[in-house]
Structures are given as structure tokens and as C-alpha cells.
């Protein structure tokens, strides 16, 4: 056994960024933990350069985000890292809760079989950070360690920063500036803007204890246990036999003599045996927030993760929240910079995602106020909903130690064409996609693995589609289905067997989920968002009906739309 050693990542000179007048670039990233850095990737993914800049010179310490849900796992897929972090990680889908010994409810994150990635995995942030630098740097990211980011000017064309290195300091300009510069943000401070919420008082130790064990890899919630009563404790295992251990500690607790070994081994033994070895790696204490800022977009300056909205950590809503927000922000901001859009696409980022934290602040809330009630009222609906759960089933799904993070169902964008025909299932617009396996080119494959490239557009058919529906699809050759402001569509068929039809990829629903979890008829026809939510569905194809959900999808709307 041993502690997790951080890497140091080389300083580079700022001199090829330094000129009078100040250097524009098209985006510039302050932040490189795991919101920034996916950002960074999405942007060399989506053709723009990117300049990362981070005043620090190594990943984080301790394990800090440690679950990444399926609907991060599915991103990082198209990020490029989802293999390697699933491989490191310690995959899981059954949660159990206990009051005292006992356990009174369990949860299955992914019920249904058909589904590429598990409900969610456990890996310590300081991996998957390894992981997106090397993949960004991969890419042809420009990450500078050692540059701080001291003052942001905004204008109505760009932004100005002031860059602090060991050499002096520089200014620089940006285009579009996206900051994702913590739960701290010091931009977000510089820039006096202001984020509003709820602290909660109560104080948590975070133990990542190295020790192997063989409990399974589930995640363990107890209520008043024997071996630290009256309060809560959590327990997940990470990869290279770390296992993150969470103890309430109550408001009064010192942060300072908890921190101390003398006081956190005693507790460890008390819940792990006084004759099991054990080394720690890292030990903090937190309290936590469910808070958010007004507005996420501030003209050429956007704001994304734990810099524009906290939850506490019930839940794992952090890092999975901030991986959504890059991947609505991404796609939109590249047309943008690529002429092919206006800013307004911009505003429905900062819509969407405010949405996004409003429903995972109350979330998060609910969890917290169930974990740690404040009032007398709360305490005794908690203790009883506990009781009740012991003998009666009708009770366990009242426990709430802490709604794990499922992605947001975005029905109330802008950029959605409303249904007009009847569907039935959860594919509305708006939705994330679900996943399901399928066949491409006679070998295993996962749908999710076919979207996500620009908008595209899945057309269900169950024979060679007819002259009038290949008119329908524009298609002749290679040309892209339709185009609006020199947007591509690009067409995909799924259909229950194989096909041949020259230029266009062809999906077999072999099982027959795809159809199953669409809701989908041979003729039904499903516009995609590049970040793999729903924007419109029909039952049959008609270009004209199509042309106007891209053009609405595009931005193209007025406010009463």
C-alpha cells in the first residue's frame, strides 16, 4: 500500500503570449480541473484552438469528486477518456442504506439491462484529471500551469485578463472566455457578481483510507451506527484499494483537532476493527452549499461548474453537473465562433443549465435537509420515515440519503420543437438519449457511440427507404441532409436488419430496444442535438417540418416561441 503521488506538470514560459497590444484568441479556459479541461477537449473536438490557463502545477489533491454518473461516463465517451476511467474505476449500481445495523433500502441505478455504461463508477478526481490532460494536451490544447488569472476586463467584444506567472505579469484578450475556476471562483469574486443560496451547518470529515477489504462495491449510507452514533456515515470504494469514508461531525466540531490524526484513526478503528491495517492518504473537513449564480452568461464571459453553482456532495451532483454544463456550452459556442449561429444561441446555454442547478440545488437540498435536519419538525419525520422503513416497505423509498445524479430532462428549451403527434416513453424533446446496444457494420456497437457528431438525424424504417423518402432526406451522395447557415444534418436509418444504402450509416436495432425506448414506428424520425438530447421527433419525415426545428435549434426563434 501507498499514497498517491501527484504529478508536477512543467512550467512554460508565457513569452510567445506576451505583446503590445495584448494577443486575441478565440477562447481562452481559466481552469484546469475537470470541467475546464473537458472544455478544453470539446473545443479541439469541435475545430477551435483553446488556451488553458491554471495557477497551479498539478491535478488535485485527495479524491474530492469521486462518483462520475452514467450520463458523465457517456460524455466522457465522446470526450475520449470513458474506457480508461471505467477500466481505473470501480463500477457500481446497487446502493444500500442502514439505520443502525440494519438495512432499509436499496436502490439499482440501472435497472434495465442494454445500456453501455453502469449506473455510476467511483474514481478519485486526481485519475480522471490525469486522464483529461493527457488527452487534451493529445488534442492540441495549450495549457499553461503557473498563470493566474489576477483581473478580467469585460467588453462588448472580447474580455481582457491579467495573467500572473513566476516571470511578471501580461495581459491577454479572449474572444469568448469560459470560467471554471471552482466553488471559489476568483474571477466570479473579481468580477463582484453574485451567486446566491444556502449554507448548511454542519461539518463533514472526508477520510480516504488505503486498506483492501472486501466489501462489495456498492455505496454504503448508515444512519446512527453503532460506531458513530446519532450521526451519518457513507463508504465507497475507489480504485487501488482507496475507500472514501465520510463521518457527519455536527456544526460544533473543531475543523482543526478533527483533522487530526489522534482524532480520525480512533473513529476508522471503531468502524473498521481495531485488527484491520489501514493507511491514510488524505483528510479534510467540509461543510457544503446548495447556491447558484444568477446568470451564467455575462456577455463574452461564461461561466461553468462549481464557479457558477455548488450542491453539497449528496448526490454526486458536482463534477457531474459541471461535465453537462461543457457539453450544452461546447457545441453552441463552436457555431458561434464559427459564424454559423448568433450569440442569442449562447443565452440558451445559461437558460438550459440554470434550470439544470435549479433542479439539482432542490435536489440536493432535500438530501441534505433528510441527512442533517435542522428543525425539530424535520428530525422527526426523518427518524420516523427511518423506523417505518425498518418493518414496512411503503417507507424505504421515503429515505433520502441522497438522490444520486441523473441528467436533466431540458423540455423547457428554447431549442426544442414541441411535439405534435402522440409518443409514448421518456424521449420527449429535451431528453437525454438513452443508450441501447445495436449492430454497425455486422459488429457489437452502443447507439450513444453514433450520436453526439453535430446535429443528426435518426430515421426508423423497416425496408429500404422509398424514392420519396430519400427526396425527403435530400440525399444524393455524400451531401448532407439539409443546411441552414452551412449546418449539417447528417442522416442515420435504424432498422431491425441489415441494409444497403450507399452514403448513409445504417444502424440494426437488432433487439429491437432502440425502437422499444423511441417509441419509434418505421417512418418515426428524431432530430438530435450534438450533445445527444432530443430537439424534435415525428412520425413521418417532412423537410420543411425539419428545416424549421434546425433553424429553431440553430437560435432561431423570437422570445414568444
Avoid at 455510476?120 to 480522471?128: S, T
Avoid at 488527452?135 to 467584444?157: C, F, N, S
Amino acid at each position: 500500500m501507498g499514497a498517491y503521488v501527484n504529478p508536477i506538470y512543467p512550467y512554460k514560459s508565457p513569452a510567445d503570449l506576451i505583446a503590445t497590444p495584448p494577443q486575441r484568441k478565440p477562447l481562452i479556459v481559466i481552469g484546469a480541473g475537470p470541467v475546464g479541461l473537458a472544455a478544453a477537449i470539446d473545443a479541439r473536438l469541435q475545430g477551435l484552438d483553446v488556451l488553458v490557463l491554471d495557477d497551479d502545477k498539478t491535478v488535485s489533491i485527495g479524491s474530492r469528486a469521486v462518483c462520475y454518473a452514467k450520463r458523465s461516463l457517456e460524455i466522457l465517451d465522446r470526450l475520449g477518456i470513458a474506457n480508461e476511467a471505467c477500466d481505473l474505476g470501480v463500477s457500481w449500481n446497487i446502493g444500500r442504506t442502514f439505520l443502525e445495523e440494519d438495512e432499509v433500502y436499496q436502490f439499482n441505478l440501472v435497472p434495465d439491462a442494454g445500456h453501455k455504461r453502469p449506473g455510476m463508477i467511483n474514481l478519485q478526481q486526481y485519475h480522471v484529471e490525469e486522464m483529461l490532460i493527457a488527452r487534451a494536451l493529445e488534442l492540441g490544447a495549450d495549457i499553461r500551469w503557473q498563470h493566474k488569472v489576477t483581473a478580467v476586463t469585460p467588453h462588448d467584444t472580447h474580455a481582457t485578463l491579467t495573467v500572473e506567472t513566476p516571470e511578471g505579469t501580461f495581459d491577454i484578450e479572449a474572444d469568448w472566455l469560459v470560467v471554471a475556476d471552482g466553488a471559489r471562483s476568483p474571477v466570479r469574486r473579481h468580477l463582484g457578481l453574485d451567486i446566491e443560496g444556502r449554507v448548511f451547518q454542519d461539518r463533514f470529515l472526508i477520510a480516504d483510507v488505503i486498506m483492501k477489504a472486501d466489501y462489495p462495491a456498492e455505496r454504503w449510507f448508515w444512519f446512527d451506527p453503532p460506531f458513530h452514533p446519532n450521526q451519518s456515515v457513507l463508504l465507497h470504494k475507489q480504485s487501488n484499494n482507496v475507500w472514501r469514508i465520510d463521518f457527519q461531525l455536527g456544526w460544533d466540531a473543531d475543523p482543526e483537532e478533527e483533522k487530526k490524526p489522534e482524532k480520525v484513526i480512533p473513529r476508522l478503528q471503531a468502524m473498521l476493527g481495531d485488527e484491520r491495517p489501514f493507511e491514510l492518504e488524505w483528510v479534510s473537513i467540509y461543510t457544503f452549499q446548495c447556491r447558484r449564480m444568477t446568470d451564467f452568461r455575462h456577455g463574452r464571459v461564461l461561466f461553468a461548474g462549481d464557479a457558477a453553482h455548488q450542491v453539497s456532495p449528496f448526490g454526486a451532483r458536482g463534477a457531474n453537473s459541471g461535465f453537462q454544463d461543457v457539453d450544452d456550452l461546447l457545441w453552441k459556442l463552436a457555431l458561434v465562433i464559427q459564424g454559423q449561429a448568433s450569440e442569442k444561441l449562447l443565452d440558451t446555454y445559461a437558460m438550459d443549465r440554470q434550470f439544470a442547478a435549479d433542479e439539482n440545488i432542490m435536489n440536493s437540498t432535500r438530501s441534505t435537509d433528510f441527512i442533517t435536519p435542522k428543525s425539530r419538525t424535520s428530525k422527526t419525520f426523518r427518524n420516523q420515515v427511518l423506523a417505518l422503513a425498518k418493518h414496512h416497505p411503503f417507507a424505504r423509498k421515503l429515505v433520502n440519503s441522497g438522490r444520486l445524479s441523473v441528467p436533466s430532462f431540458l423540455t423547457g428549451s428554447m431549442l426544442n420543437t414541441p411535439d405534435a403527434e402522440a409518443f409514448a416513453g421518456n424521449m420527449v424533446p429535451g431528453a437525454p438519449m438513452d443508450d441501447a446496444p445495436v449492430q454497425v457494420d455486422g459488429q457489437d456497437a452502443w447507439l450513444l457511440d453514433q450520436v453526439g457528431k453535430g446535429f443528426q438525424l435518426l430515421l426508423f424504417v423497416d425496408a429500404p427507404p422509398t424514392p420519396d423518402v430519400l427526396a425527403q432526406l435530400a440525399f444524393s451522395g455524400n451531401a448532407p441532409l439539409c443546411a441552414n447557415a452551412a449546418v449539417q444534418v447528417t442522416p442515420l436509418i435504424v432498422s431491425p436488419s441489415p441494409l444497403n444504402i450507399p452514403g448513409i450509416q445504417v444502424i440494426v436495432d437488432a433487439q429491437g430496444l432502440v425502437a422499444k425506448r423511441y417509441d419509434a414506428q418505421p417512418g418515426t424520425a428524431y432530430l438530435l442535438r450534438p450533445d445527444q438530447h432530443v430537439l424534435a421527433r415525428w412520425r413521418s419525415l417532412d423537410s420543411a417540418r425539419l428545416q424549421a426545428a434546425l433553424a429553431r435549434a440553430l437560435g432561431q426563434f423570437s422570445p414568444q416561441a
